[in-house]
C-alpha cells in the first residue's frame, strides 16, 4: 500500500499539465462541438458574451449568472456572490494566468455552470465564452 502511495505522488510532476494558451482550449472545444454537431461553424465572442451575462433565475436566486461574480467587465475583478471573495480578472488581456490551464478551467466550466445553468455547459458554450474572453482586450 505504501509503495502505492509513494508511486502516486512521485507522478504528479509527470502528469502535471504544461502551460497551454487560449488558442489550444479552442481548438479542443471545437473538436467535441463539431462532434455533438456536424453543423458546428465556429465560436461566436457575441454569443459567449450574452451567456456570461444572461440572468438565470432559480430556487433562492432570482438573478443568478455568471456576472453575479465575476461582473460584467472580465478585464476588472469581481467578488464571489456568497463568500464576497476577490476573484481576479477572467480576461487574459488582464491576468495571463487565464485560460492557461486546461484541469482548471474545466473544474470551473464544471463548477460554475451546474451554479448558474443547473446543467453543464456544451463545448458550443465553453468555446464561445473563451473566445469572448479572448477578444476583450
Ligand atoms: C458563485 C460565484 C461564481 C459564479 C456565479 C461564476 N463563477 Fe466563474 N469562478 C468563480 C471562482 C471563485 C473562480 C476561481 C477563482 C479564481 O481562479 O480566481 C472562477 C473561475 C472561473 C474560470 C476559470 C478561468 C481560469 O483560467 O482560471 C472560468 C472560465 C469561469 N470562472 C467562468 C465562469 C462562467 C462561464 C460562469 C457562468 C456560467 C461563471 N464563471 C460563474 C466564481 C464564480
Known amino acids: 500500500m505504501k509503495h502505492i502511495i509513494a508511486m502516486g505522488f512521485s507522478l504528479i510532476p509527470l502528469a502535471a499539465p504544461a502551460a497551454e494558451s487560449g488558442n489550444d482550449l479552442l481548438?479542443?472545444?471545437?473538436?467535441?462541438?463539431?462532434?455533438?454537431?456536424?453543423a458546428f461553424n465556429g465560436f461566436s465572442a457575441e454569443r459567449g458574451r450574452t451567456l456570461f451575462a444572461t440572468e438565470h433565475p432559480h430556487g433562492n436566486d432570482p438573478?443568478?449568472?455568471?456576472?453575479?461574480?465575476?461582473?460584467?467587465?472580465?478585464?476588472?475583478?469581481?467578488?464571489?456572490r456568497r463568500t464576497g471573495k476577490r476573484i481576479k480578472p477572467?480576461?487574459?488581456?488582464?491576468?495571463?494566468e487565464r485560460l492557461s490551464n486546461a484541469y482548471k478551467v474545466e473544474k470551473w466550466f464544471?463548477?460554475?455552470?451546474q451554479d448558474v445553468l443547473?446543467?453543464?455547459?456544451?463545448?458550443?458554450?465553453k468555446g464561445d465564452v473563451i473566445t469572448w474572453l479572448l477578444s476583450v482586450k
Open 90 to 96: 477572467l480576461a487574459p488581456s488582464a491576468n495571463p
Open 110 to 113: 464544471t463548477r460554475n455552470c
Open 118 to 125: 443547473q446543467r453543464q455547459c456544451t463545448p458550443l458554450e
Open 63 to 80: 438573478a443568478m449568472a455568471c456576472i453575479s461574480c465575476h461582473t460584467e467587465d472580465p478585464r476588472g475583478a469581481g467578488e464571489h
Open 27 to 38: 481548438a479542443r472545444y471545437a473538436q467535441q462541438a463539431a462532434e455533438e454537431d456536424p
